[in-house]
């Protein structure tokens, strides 16, 4: 099985995917692309949330005229998602796209696609090639059913039309609203290409639902050392992707930077508002990129000795709480007064 080490690397606009390369978060915008006001402001936003590749999508000429300033203002590599257009597609290299997302089998025939290879590989850029349940061949569908199989297939097929033509710097990605599904497609795809893969479950759903699905089906895979970029695919915010990707990455242990939050679930011991507080704190890293471990916990039976690794820690009593770094006191306050400074703590320690 080809490793995250050991697939061929590609260049997203400056940003390095596979090869060993750290595995990078990607968003999708949700504003109409030619919106370059509301899709620029989007795009910094989720430069802001921690992405590292934004795709667009591509859906007619104004679309594709509008690659040109999204790709000179924009401080993410821009991925430029088309589907049934190849001339769109050629409008979206010639005006800078970074990368381009297409399905070869649904641009055209093989003179379409030879206009399109030829283009990409005159500018330089890589190209994703994704296969999900809903775009497989026929002819697969029929051998194989609808399956892990058939999306291997089908990824490897229209792969297979772009390297007729010399284009090789190519990523894949296999997608399925099934977990079980998707993550067999990764590993059997593993097994067959060395090409970078691009992971996510597709139609994951919303809020939890969507983060449940993305982060067993993502996790799955990357526990494996495959995969090379990630989405979390979710109907939200962009932005709150992002954050879903950067959970998932650091659960794995693939994100350095990254502030973890260990709570308990709390119990009948617990006699302050712990809940309130993980929830207030986990929301309140998000928005730094360190490598640090908080601790909220319910009470000082286990508290300091079950978070003895973290940072920065706080532990609830009877009428007070305990804060700690390192697993050692180090100071008490009034329950009342918790809250207020345990976030003063924890604002200085992340600003450090």
């Known amino acids: 099985m080809t490793t995250r080490e050991n697939t061929s690397r590609i260049i997203v606009g400056g940003v390095a995917v596979g090869g060993g390369a750290s595995v990078k978060i990607q968003s999708m915008t949700t504003t109409k692309t030619a919106d370059t006001e509301s899709t620029l402001a989007q795009i910094f936003a989720l430069k802001k949330a921690g992405c590292e590749i934004v795709r667009v999508a591509v859906a007619d000429e104004a679309d594709s005229l509008a690659i040109k300033t999204l790709c000179e203002k924009s401080p993410l590599p821009v991925v430029a998602d088309i589907h049934f257009s190849h001339r769109l597609a050629v409008a979206a290299i010639e005006n800078g796209a970074h990368k381009v997302r297409i399905n070869p089998g649904n641009i055209g025939g093989e003179k379409e696609i030879k206009f399109v290879a030829d283009c990409v590989k005159d500018h330089g850029i890589p190209v994703r090639v994704g296969a999900n349940t809903g775009s497989i061949e026929p002819h697969f569908l029929q051998q194989y059913g609808r399956s892990a199989e058939a999306l291997v297939e089908s990824a490897l097929y229209n792969v297979s039309a772009l390297e007729k033509f010399g284009v090789r710097d190519i990523a894949i990605s296999v997608k399925a609203s099934s977990v079980p599904m998707t993550v067999n497609a990764y590993l059997l795809l593993a097994n067959r290409t060395s090409y970078p893969l691009h992971l996510g479950v597709t139609e994951a759903g919303a809020s939890a639902d969507g983060i449940v699905k993305s982060s067993v089906g993502i996790g799955a895979v990357l526990l494996q050392g495959v995969g ?48 309130a507080l993980a929830r207030e704190v986990s929301n309140l890293v998000l928005a730094y990129r360190k490598r640090a471990k908080i601790a909220v916990m319910g009470c000082v039976v286990n508290g300091p000795g079950e978070a003895r690794d973290a940072d920065l820690g706080i532990a609830g009593g009877k009428g007070y709480c305990l804060i700690f770094k390192k697993g050692e006191p180090y100071k008490k306050v009034e329950a009342s007064a918790a809250r207020e400074a345990f976030l003063s703590e924890l604002k200085g320690f992340l600003e450090e």
């Not at 950067?246 to 009948?268: F, M, N």
Request: proline share 4%; with cysteine; hydrophobic share 35%.
């Open 228 to 275: 090379d970029t990630i989405r979390v695919s979710l109907t939200d915010d962009p932005v709150q992707e992002v954050y879903a990707a950067k959970r998932i990455l650091s659960a794995c242990g693939l994100l350095d930077d990254c502030v973890e939050v260990i709570s308990c679930p709390t119990c009948g011991r617990c006699e302050w508002d712990s809940m």
